[in-house]
Nanobody
Framework: QAHLVESGGGLVQPGGSLRLSCAAS???????MGWYRQAPGKQRELVAS???????NYADSVKGRFTISRDNAKNTVYLQMNSLKPEDTAVYYC?????????WGQGTQVPVSS
């Protein structure tokens, strides 16, 4: 069962960009991977997902601005976030789901503010 660690979060101004990384302690080949976020006072929501085969899915609120990708050789998943808005402010979590196991990272904070 993989252990996930997110990185790349931090304060960014509106209109700016960030790239989040999710590094797994083991192979992610068997896992569909996703990025979720949870804003203060709100439920955790799916931002983007990528299947084992590379198919992607995005929340309507981030389509055209965010891109999810995976590098199976490096056991890492990325979330490229462009044109960030204050409403993107949240803790971002990485998830891996093999159908048998669901694994979460500890989260990384992304405040979007001027």
């Amino acid at each position: 069962q993989a252990h996930l660690v997110e990185s790349g979060g931090g304060l960014v101004q509106p209109g700016g960009s960030l790239r989040l990384s999710c590094a797994a302690s083991g192979s992610i080949l068997r896992y569909g991977m996703g990025w979720y976020r949870q804003a203060p006072g709100k439920q955790r929501e799916l931002v983007a997902s990528i299947s084992r085969g590379g198919s992607t899915n995005y929340a309507d609120s981030v389509k055209g601005r965010f891109t999810i990708s995976r590098d199976n050789a490096k056991n890492t998943v990325y979330l490229q976030m462009n044109s960030l808005k204050p409403e993107d402010t949240a803790v971002y979590y990485c998830n891996g789901n093999s159908g048998t196991y669901s694994v979460w990272g500890q989260g990384t904070q992304v405040p979007v503010s001027s």
